[in-house]
């Protein structure tokens, strides 16, 4: 079966600090990948995806993330983290008629 | 603003009531979305309409129901719910298919079962 998995449930770094927010899949062929994240009492916001080609994918608010098809992994990065990212991060995956959702990664952003 | 609009964003009702939410979206997108959100929980899709018609229906229990009167607005119509049902009810949008094009969203609307 398909799956997402964030192993972070809950990540603390400090303003200016990098981030990665790591995400595995577990499908038999490259998925579509993508990167959302949720301010408190909001919807989800699509950050990135990736459909093919270049798997270096630049999304918006400074973000980026990595397809890596032999770690099956598809890790969100910023280089410097400011206080407003503080949110949860959610990664999923887009299987033919379907989608997953990860269990997303609480951020907190200290000083 | 995403496009996505759902209102109330906050509503408490009681065991006996009956509500219900709205959502709507000038996208032009042909497929729409129920989404539960509860703390400490997956996402859980409840419904999914495409081109106005109902396609999936997640066993979701009957005190939920969904309509999708057109391809910009979505309602979920609620009755005798139960403290449990107390969580972020998020709408979305896709255009064509949600594998390929991903959602947008609405801002939810945070419902308290008292």
């Known amino acids: 079966a398909q799956s997402v998995t964030q192993p972070d449930i809950h990540i603390t770094v400090s303003e200016g600090a990098s981030l990665e927010l790591r995400c595995n899949y577990s499908y038999g062929a490259t998925p579509y990948l993508f990167w959302y994240v949720q301010s408190p009492g909001q919807g989800l916001q699509l950050l990135l995806k990736y459909f093919s080609g270049d798997t270096l994918v630049q999304g918006i608010k400074g973000f980026e993330a990595e397809f890596k098809r032999s770690q099956s992994s598809f890790n969100l990065r910023k280089p410097s983290v400011h206080w407003s990212d503080a949110a949860e991060y959610f990664c999923?995956?887009?299987?033919?008629?379907?989608?997953?959702f990860g269990t997303g990664t609480s951020l907190t952003v200290i000083p | 603003e995403t496009g996505v609009t759902q209102t109330p964003r906050h509503l408490v009702m009681g065991m006996t009531n009956k509500k219900s939410l709205k959502c709507e979206q000038h996208?032009?997108?042909?497929?729409m979305y129920w989404y539960k959100q509860s703390a400490k929980k997956p996402l859980e899709l409840m419904f999914v309409?495409?081109?106005?018609?109902?396609?999936e229906n997640n066993s979701v229990p009957s005190r939920f129901s969904p309509e999708c009167p057109n391809s910009s607005h979505l309602f979920l119509h609620l009755h005798t719910l139960q403290p449990e049902d107390s969580a972020l009810y998020l709408c979305a949008s896709s255009q064509g298919s949600r594998e390929n094009y991903g959602y947008t969203f609405g801002s939810g609307t945070r419902l308290t079962v008292v």
């Open positions: 996208l032009g997108h042909n497929a």
């Open positions: 309409y495409s081109l106005e018609e109902r396609v």
């Open positions: 999923a995956v887009g299987v033919i008629g379907q989608f997953y």
